[in-house]
Structure formats: C-alpha cells, structure tokens
Nanobody
C-alpha cells in the first residue's frame, strides 16, 4: 500500500531553519509531481511549494526566497528546506504527491499525515 511518511517538524525560534522530509513507501514505481501544503489554525490549507518530475518548481509568494523544495528520485523522497522562519509560518505541513504505483489501483494523489511546525517569536 502506498503511503507518504513525513518527518522533520518541530519547534524553532524565528529566524531558524527546519527541513521537512516526505518519503513515499510501498509499491512505488515513480513520483510525478509533489508538493507541500500547510494549514494554520482557523485557515484553509494552502500550497507552499511544488515540484514536477523534471525538476521545475513553484512557490507561494510568502515563502519565496526562504523555502526550497527538492526531491531525491532514488529515495522516493521530497524535501522542504525552510530558512528564515517566521511566526506566521506556524502550521501543520502536509506532503502531497502524485504516485505511479506498480500495483493497479494504488497510484494517484496521496497525502501525508501532516507534521507540525511551530515558530516562536
């Protein structure tokens, strides 16, 4: 069964850095596009950054220049390097990926369970 497992969240002071990881496990053949979203309390889930299979990336305006999304195709893992963190970056961060599975019916868009990022002022 295909799953996305996230790690790397935590508590950090403003100006600090964190690196989130999202590993695809199970019957994985390949990952098409992948993205990180976040949801702060009382707010809707929003796109933070996305990366396509060829490596093209896109970022939400609030994180441009501070966050970097990358992928390691050999490890079926997507990363989000977050620098110069601000209190307004506090949210639950979710990984999203369009998976190609070797098993029929298991491919498609999957979500991770979410990881909490808290930035103190």
């Amino acid at each position: 069964q295909v799953q996305l497992v996230e790690s790397g969240g935590g508590l950090v002071q403003a100006g600090g850095s964190l690196r989130l990881s999202c590993s695809a496990t199970g019957n994985i053949f390949d990952i098409n596009s992948a993205a990180w979203y976040r949801q702060a309390p009382g707010k809707e889930r929003e796109l933070v950054a996305g990366i396509h299979k060829g490596g093209n990336t896109r970022y939400a305006d609030p994180v441009k220049g501070r966050f970097t999304i990358s992928r390691d195709n050999a490890k079926d893992t997507v990363y989000l390097q977050m620098n110069a963190l601000k209190p307004e970056d506090t949210a639950v961060y979710y990984c999203n990926a369009d998976i190609i599975s070797v098993r029929a019916g298991e491919g498609g868009v999957h979500w991770g369970q979410g990881t909490q990022v808290t930035v103190s002022s």
